[in-house]
């Protein structure tokens, strides 16, 4: 659900004033929450009331209820002309639509289900209150499937067949999109545009600096986008603390409460997806000849990757890759171990700062996403032979990333 909203906001401004480009400041001034974000929050407000869906009459009463509620009260962020009229008109009967609202406000259903069949069978259920035409249907549908699978630990390959099985073509690609793209509010020319974007994004920002350059009705698509990005690479706390700013206190609490009670469901396969990037796709790693202290702890991997194992007990560090579904052997696999002359797996030290010093986009990734793992929010950095007290998350990778150029005088990202 952050996903959606992120996509939102970074994309209202580019709504009516395409950018066909991924060179732009993420959170301008002009940014805003919509009715994307509106109506997310409302589908999860009503979910957080069940804890099973069995009466589906019911909750469909309470979906439309939320709507109405929330579209008067928030009647000024953009709803598209026909659901505007049938918040204003009281209506509660669905008015056969098969626009990309169905599939931008859907993706709380797929946090909430356990199972692909109930995720679709709720995805489906939200439609049917106002988008029941049947392509409507499949968008909402097809959107919380994939955001599921991603959660799940499937592969983008898995995902991809998933939503080419609802007759979606998904051959364009997203250079094409840039050029031929136009803005366009059903699902049919919506969802295989969200879909490329987020198969061919290299993380989370990628995904949602594709989904703006492509144009076209620009912050549904990147809420699409975006909101199966978050399943598949994760928010970090940069982003949600955004999402903060942008929102008012009332639809955050329920966002707050939504994660709380929802938003862990990420699982372990897709995490030690995620750990294969360090571990299998650098060619292992190698004792550095000049290390910020003689005596300190560190590993480097053969293409610049430093990481510093001076911190917390080991005891914390299995605790840690056991919560995130990181398999510690994995970690370790193949590693010089600098832990005071001790080359056992036992006292490696949990991997308090990790910095790259010319950094290829895979490396880049997972600095963020290893960073995105963190329990502990102030972290020492060595650097020479002063320790400084950082908050990491604050920092963010690009920061850290200037810290170990200071030090080891990197040429930056390749």
């Known amino acids: 659900m952050w996903g959606a909203i992120v996509g939102d906001i970074v994309g209202s401004r580019f709504e009516f004033n395409n950018y066909r480009g991924k060179d732009f400041e ?62 204003i008109e009281g209506n509660t009967q669905p008015y056969n639509s098969y626009g990309n609202g169905s599939a931008m406000r859907v993706s709380a259903v797929a946090w909430y289900g356990n199972t692909l069949e109930e995720v679709e069978r709720i995805a489906r259920l939200t439609a049917e209150v106002t988008h029941n035409a049947k392509e409507g249907v499949a968008g909402a549908m097809v959107t919380a499937g994939s955001i599921f699978l991603a959660r799940t630990g499937k592969s983008k390959d898995e995902i991809e067949k998933y939503i080419e099985s609802f007759g979606y073509n998904l ?147 299995k605790m840690d890759c056991k919560r995130v579904g990181y398999d510690i052997n994995l970690l370790c696999k193949d590693a010089i171990y600098l832990n005071n002359g001790k080359n ?34 102030i972290i020492e950095i060595d650097v020479g032979k002063d320790s400084k007290t950082y908050n990491i998350r604050e920092l963010g990778v690009d920061y850290i990333i200037d810290i170990a150029k200071d030090f080891f005088d990197g040429n930056g990202l390749k």
Request: hydrophobic share 40%.
């Open 26 to 87: 993420l959170f301008a001034p002009m940014c805003c929450y919509t009715d994307d974000s509106v109506l997310t929050i409302a589908i999860a407000e009503v979910l957080m009331k069940y804890e099973s869906i069995l009466d589906e009459e019911q909750f469909k009463k309470d979906l439309v209820s939320a709507f109405h509620k929330y579209g008067m009260e928030y009647l000024s962020c953009g709803f598209g002309g026909r659901f505007f009229e049938w918040i």
């Open 171 to 317: 051959d364009t690609r997203v250079a094409t999109y840039r050029k031929t793209n136009r803005f366009d509010e059903t699902c049919p020319k919506t969802i295989p545009v969200a879909m490329a974007c987020f198969l061919e994004g290299d993380d989370f920002e990628d995904v949602l600096r594709n989904a703006i350059s492509v144009g076209g009705d620009s912050d549904s698509i990147s809420a699409i986008a975006c909101s199966v990005a978050e399943a598949f690479y994760g928010v970090n706390d940069w982003f949600k603390e955004k999402v903060r700013i942008n929102l008012d206190k009332k639809l955050y609490a329920v966002v707050k409460d939504f994660d709380k009670k929802y938003l862990n469901k990420r699982e372990k396969s897709n995490m030690e997806n995620e750990y294969d990037i360090l571990a299998k796709k650098f060619n292992g790693f190698y004792k550095v000849s000049m290390l910020p202290e003689e005596n300190g702890s560190c590993i480097l991997l053969k293409n610049g990757f430093f990481l510093n194992l001076n911190g917390a007990t080991h005891t914390d560090f």
């Open 344 to 377: 056992d797996l036992n006292n490696v030290p949990y991997p308090y700062f990790m910095a790259i010093t010319t950094p290829t986009k895979e490396q880049y990734t997972s600095l963020k996403l290893w960073l995105d793992t963190l329990t502990t929010e």
